[in-house]
Each structure stands twice: as C-alpha cells, then as structure tokens.
C-alpha cells in the first residue's frame, strides 16, 4: 500500500495518526464500521466554515479554488494557480502521500509564500502547530517556498456593531517557529503511518487519556465498550490516572476495588453506595441547604446559543445569548406551579426582552433556584453588558440566586443510579423516575444547535421550524419542573 499513488493521508488524518494509530488505522482499515459524524461534530464544522470565509475577506483580490475529490488532480490545479500570484483560498497539494488544503496562502517577497491557517477557536492551541506543520511539509515537497506560517483566530474581545469586521474579528500570530520544528519529524511519523495503514492487524491501543485529547475520540464508544454500564471506576469524582491503574490491575467494578486502595472521601461515599444500592444522604447538609430557601421560589433555566461569529450588535464572538428561558414560580409551600416562557424568534437580539421579562417576573424577594448557577449569572451578567441599565438589577438579584446543583455537587446526596454524574439529566431521574427520555430535544446541546438551524439557516419550511419550536418550549419546560421535583424529593428524604 505504501507505493501506491491512490493512497494519501490528509491534514485530518494525520492528526488523527498522532492522538491515536488505532484511530487512523479505522479510518483506511475498518471504514464502514466508522461512526457517523456526530451532529454536534457537523454543527462545529458549519461554524468553522463560516469562520473561514469571513478569513477570506481579509485577502481582497484572492481566488477560491474548487475542489477536487483527486488529490492529485486538485495539487495540479492548484500549482497552476500559483502562477497568478494572488492569494488562495483552500489550494490543495500533495507530496510523499501526504495530502492539505490550505486555508489561505499569499504570495510574498522573493517568490514565496505565506501560509495563513485560520482555525475558529478563541486561543493558539499546541495541536494547531501539528496542523500547520504537517501543511508546511506537503507545501513545501510540492515545490512551494513557504516564508512564514501564521494562524488567524477569534478575537473574544471584539464588539459587533454594525456588519462584522473581519480585521477586528481575528488575531494573528506567527507560529513559524514552532512549525518548523515540528516538520522535522513529519517525514519519519509518515513513513510509520503508511505502514500501519497496510498492516491487516488493528493496533491494540488501550484507552488512555489520548482518547480525548486533544479532541474526542470518534472511536470512544467503541473501544470504552469493555466497561460494565453505570458502574465502573471511572465514574468515581475526581478519580484521573487512579482509575487506569485499577484498569491494569483488571478492577473495572466500583465494588471490586479493593478496601485498601486509597480513595478522596467522596469516592469513598459513591462505592459505599453503588456496594449498597442505596443513596447516601447528609441530612443536616441537605437540611442547611432546604433552610436557606425563601418563598415565593423562582425556578429559572437559560437556554443559549453562543455561535463564534457575533449575531447581534454589541455581542461578543461565543458569548451566550439566551434565546429561551422557562419560569416556574411557587409563591408558597404546597402551592401549584405557575409557569412562564419565552422563545425568540429570532429576527431581533433577545438579551433586552429576556431582561425586561424577568425584571418583571422575579419580583424583589424570595429565592431564585437554578441547575448551575456559574452558567445563569453569567448569561445575566453578559446580556446586562449590552443593556446597562440592567447591572444593578441583575446585582440585586444575583443576591438571591441558589445554586440547586450543589448538595449533588458536593455529594451531599448520592445515589447509584446517578452513574457519578451531578447533572440535572442523571439527578431527576435517579431521584424522582422522572426522564427526558421520548423528548424530541433531551439536552441543552441539540437545543442550541436545534434552534439556530431553524432560525438562522436558510431554506427550513414554516412547518419544521414551528416542530421544533414547540419541541423546544416541551424540553426548556421540563427542565424547571424536573427542579421543582428535585426540591420535593429532598424534602421529603429529610422530612422538612
């Protein structure tokens, strides 16, 4: 397989090559049994596709070359269009089995080359140096002479207002350093490559801390199949390395670990209690924390999109836009629910209506309970960035915000069924029975990506985007009712 021309390792698998060579060997090997893309995966490359093209503003005059499923037909195409010497966006080119599109390449002084990788992440992260020398290598043994290597990537900082400025929008930095010592070694991590890829043997890897590093592994669900569901050690809080040496040693079972083996006190509550079957409870924890509660109790959930190219004015790139919440309030013990929503519709920023309703909503006293509070008071503190009048508000009330998360955080209560898991997912049903399951939308995730499909993706039908907006409105809902059936169970666990 090595000679022959028709094989080639692109950029993505090479990197796929150095996390882990099982991973790679899959992907030429065992290419039908390869798991889809996750949606979650698609849904990140869309935003990075968006990233790019606003990158290609930055390169008035450049020309977008069109791809070729033939490596060596589009490195053909693409050598031709050097000649012109303008810059290019995502020309392809081929050596020693090796295959890459650049983002951009300009042209510079002395007949050279400048290689501009443009990645939609808010920092430099070493993994992007791997990818840009593997780029350096196949450019430069195609003939090109390459004088810097730069990587463009999100500004955090920058402020939209008005249409979206590509130059205020992305940092660079040069990385040519770090490149070119990283090349050094591609030559020899190729030669490895190629011949695992013709080997019929599957590597055996064992899982490790490469499988998700630097990104999740598309083969995790495969190769972490060995462990016996909801009760094994890596579930244990906070376990790290621990939980491989007692893998090495063939203990995968929380209730084989052996009594000598050192464990945190919370490790030690959750075995006790996977041994048991039965919670563990810290009743005067649990009462100190119920005590605390005033009525009337709001329970408040955000739902948001935090897309890396700023919608709305005076947004910031990944800054969490609430588009949906859900309300229920209980003025007095024993009283029933009343419940209140919001769903955007998009076509205006929902920061300054979420605000205005919930400034209403939220009265001046009585406990506000939310699953997270880090992630609420700072969607409240962000939206209130673009609409100041807010700030002392927001201030008021961060006052009286509870963090419902945190007797499950803190182990306060733990039940097996929670599988080590404090999320709200794992607690209501562990707790009450209660499930997201049969829901259309199950996690805060596929809302997100759910309702920025239908709301700012062309070409979705009046039909499919009221199924999801209603899907929507049931899932957001369910969030604030599985809290106030939290709160309840706990009450009557410690009898308040």
């Keep these: 397989m090595k000679n022959e021309p028709s094989v080639f390792i692109s950029k993505s698998k090479y990197l796929e090559g150095l996390q882990c060579p099982k991973l790679l060997w899959y992907e030429f090997n065992r290419k039908e049994d390869f798991p889809e893309i996750a949606l979650s995966t698609q849904f990140r490359f869309d935003q990075g596709k968006k990233v790019g093209e606003l990158a290609q503003k930055l390169f008035p005059g450049g020309i977008k070359l069109e791809r070729d499923l033939d490596p060596d037909k589009c490195s053909q195409k693409s050598l031709e269009a ?23 390449i300009e042209p510079a002084s002395d007949n050279a080359w400048d290689l501009i990788e443009v990645k939609s992440s808010a920092s430099v992260k070493d993994e992007h140096f ?47 350093e770090e490149v070119e010592e990283l090349k050094r070694e591609i030559e020899k991590k190729m030669a490895i490559m190629l011949r695992l890829i013709s080997g019929k043997d599957m590597p055996d890897i064992k899982v490790g801390e490469q499988c998700d590093k630097p990104y999740v592994c598309a083969l995790y669900d495969i190769c972490w199949s060995f462990l016996p569901e909801n009760d094994h050690v890596f579930i244990l809080s906070r376990i790290g390395k621990k939980a491989f040496e007692l893998r090495e040693k063939g203990i995968l079972k929380l209730i084989d670990i052996p009594e000598g083996f050192k464990l945190s006190a919370n490790q030690i509550i959750q075995v006790n209690s996977h041994r048991t079957g039965d919670p563990y409870v810290d009743e005067e924890a649990v009462k100190g924390f119920l ?86 008071i700072g969607v409240l503190k962000s939206s209130a960035e673009a609409h ?16 419902l998360y945190a007797p499950f955080r803190s182990l306060s209560y733990y039940h097996p069924k929670q599988a080590g898991s404090s999320s709200l997912k794992e607690v209501l049903p562990a707790l009450t029975g209660s499930t997201y399951e049969g829901l259309e939308i199950s996690d805060g995730e596929m809302a997100s990506r759910e309702y920025y499909r239908v709301t700012f993706d062309g070409g979705i039908d009046e039909k ?4 999801v907006r209603a899907a929507l409105e049931k899932y957001c809902d369910l969030d604030t009712k599985g809290m106030i059936d939290i709160l309840k169970a706990l009450n009557e666990i410690v009898s308040i």
Excluded at 82 to 104: C, M, S, T, W
Excluded at 158 to 163: I, L, N, P
């Design 82 to 104: 050097l000649k012109q010497r303008k810059p290019l966006f995502e020309a392809g080119f081929v050596h020693n089995h090796g295959y890459a599109i650049a983002d951009i």
């Design 130 to 176: 791997y990818d840009v020398a593997f780029q350096k290598y196949v450019y430069e043994g195609a003939g090109l002479k390459i004088r810097d290597c730069y990587l463009l990537y999100i500004n955090t900082k920058y402020v939209r207002e008005g249409s979206i400025k590509p130059e205020k929008l992305f940092l660079q930095q040069n990385i040519t």
């Design 291 to 376: 005590e605390k509660l005033k009525y009337p109790l709001y329970f408040l959930d955000f739902e948001t999109i935090n897309p890396a190219v700023p919608l709305y004015d005076l947004s910031k790139p990944y800054e969490r836009i609430p588009f949906q919440y859900s309300l229920h309030i209980v003025e007095k013990r024993g009283a029933n629910p009343v419940h209140h929503s919001y769903l955007a519709r998009g076509d205006a920023d929902p920061r300054l209506e979420t605000l205005r309703q919930l400034r209403d909503l939220l009265g001046n006293v009585g406990s506000i309970l939310v699953y997270n509070a880090t992630f609420e």
């Design 388 to 403: 100041p009048e807010f700030k002392g508000w927001v201030g008021e009330i961060e006052k009286r915000i509870v963090d």
């Design 464 to 467: 499919e985007r009221q199924r």
